[in-house]
């Protein structure tokens, strides 16, 4: 089944009572099976007259590809929001003389061939967000400049999603960094958890690599945050820096092309808060103490006759460890528990249904809830 609907919101005409004009226009389809296509006319042009004020189009589910998107943009000449997220866009191209209003455009779980496509679309003059959540992205790179420059790609790119990625490196987090207007980034399931254990170090890995990030993964940067997330990152690379050719004194302070490749920021890390001292860099520990205790509220929201718990548990304990001590506890199989935790810093509820994973990849911390049903 296919659900087509076309909504106009008219504007009061400059003289008189009437409505003359429609300043905005919603088109959205959505279509329920892969065998229900949408059928572009000939000419798309011609019917440009019936599009004119269209400023917000959504078409998701209908095998789309980017050749037909760009076939009928001549519709579209004032678009500025443009969601096609779940077709068929693989291979992308220059949009030329069209789309040059556009300032948000989702390609989310759309199959992208390789990042080599973004390119095409990099130019688009007035695109502030970028949506390439579960493209199947594994790098992103912007070899216009070096690796301490600014990029003429994306110039007015404010937000970019490229969550449930295949992203494992932070070359890319690097890259990221020559994006000139870049505030916000939404980059979680980060597959680097895996090698740094914990996706708090993660984040401020991130924060620490992008100097003009204000918000990461919906949560603003607080500047408590960002300085010792920077600090941090000054003192845990602080012996590769050395061993590269870094130098306390500014004179001497030569490191080689491969440590500044891979951290682009850290000679303005050492500007804003000096060389780091060898008795800083003899603390490996990055952030916090490993098997660090977490006071945690656990609660039964389906059954209020359920006493509060307050417990301390190592950020390492996995969730199925968690299980079976709620299940000691409870006197409930462990299977049967789903587990969510609320942060106390952001109103919203976080599923755990990963058994293998610790508690420190969902980034909880103390003073957090976690709420158990069955």
């Known amino acids: 089944m296919t659900v087509l609907a076309i909504v106009r919101i008219p504007e009061r005409a400059s003289s008189g009572n009437c409505f003359s004009t429609f300043s905005y226009v919603i088109f959205c ?34 095998g789309l590809t980017w050749a037909q998107v760009l076939e ?14 779940s077709n068929a866009i693989s291979e992308l191209e220059r949009p030329v003389g069209v789309l040059r209003s556009l300032t948000l455009l989702d390609l989310s779980s759309n199959p992208l061939a390789d990042e080599n496509q973004l390119v095409h679309i990099a130019y688009l003059p007035r ?46 987090v690097n890259e990221l960094n020559k ?7 939404k980059f979680s399931d980060y597959a680097m958890v895996e090698h740094e254990k914990n996706a708090k170090t993660v984040r401020q890995l991130i924060i620490a690599k992008l100097g003009c990030l204000n918000v990461l993964n919906r949560t603003e940067i607080s500047a408590d945050e960002r300085k010792g ?17 870094g130098h306390q004194d500014p004179e001497k302070n030569r490191p080689n092309k491969e440590f500044c490749a891979e951290h682009p920021r850290y000679q303005s890390l050492i500007e804003k808060y000096g060389a780091p001292e060898v008795s800083e860099m003899e603390q490996q520990k990055l952030f ?17 006759d359920q006493k ?34 609320i942060s106390s810093k952001m109103d919203m509820e976080i599923d755990m249904d990963n058994d293998l994973k610790p508690l420190s990849y969902y980034s909880i911390e103390s003073g957090d809830c976690i709420l158990v049903r069955w």
């Not at 949408?38 to 004119?52: C, N």
């Not at 009928?72 to 997220?85: G, K």
């Open 29 to 62: 389809l959505s279509c329920f099976t892969s065998q229900n296509k949408l059928a572009i006319i000939s000419s798309p042009v011609s019917l440009s007259d019936a599009f004119t004020n269209l400023k917000a189009l959504a078409i998701q589910h209908n």
């Open 288 to 304: 916090a103490l490993k098997d660090q205790l977490l006071a945690l509220t656990i609660r039964c929201p389906d059954n209020p």
């Open 179 to 185: 994006l000139r207007s870049l505030e916000q980034l």
């Open 72 to 85: 009928c943009a001549p519709m579209w000449p004032v678009l500025e929001r443009a969601h096609f997220s």
């Open 308 to 341: 509060l718990l307050e417990k301390k548990l190592p950020d390492s304990m996995t969730i199925q460890k968690v299980r079976g001590l709620l299940h000691r506890l409870l006197k409930v199989p462990g299977t049967e528990l789903k587990l969510t935790y």
């Open 127 to 172: 695109l502030e967000q970028l949506i390439l959540s579960n493209t199947g992205l594994t790098s992103l790179h912007f070899d216009d400049v070096q690796q301490d420059g600014k990029s003429a790609m994306f110039p007015k790119l404010k937000f970019l999603a490229i969550d449930k990625n295949r992203i494992s490196e932070f070359s890319t």
């Open 229 to 245: 997330a920077e600090l941090d990152y000054r003192k845990r690379f602080g012996k590769d820096w050395l061993k590269a050719g």
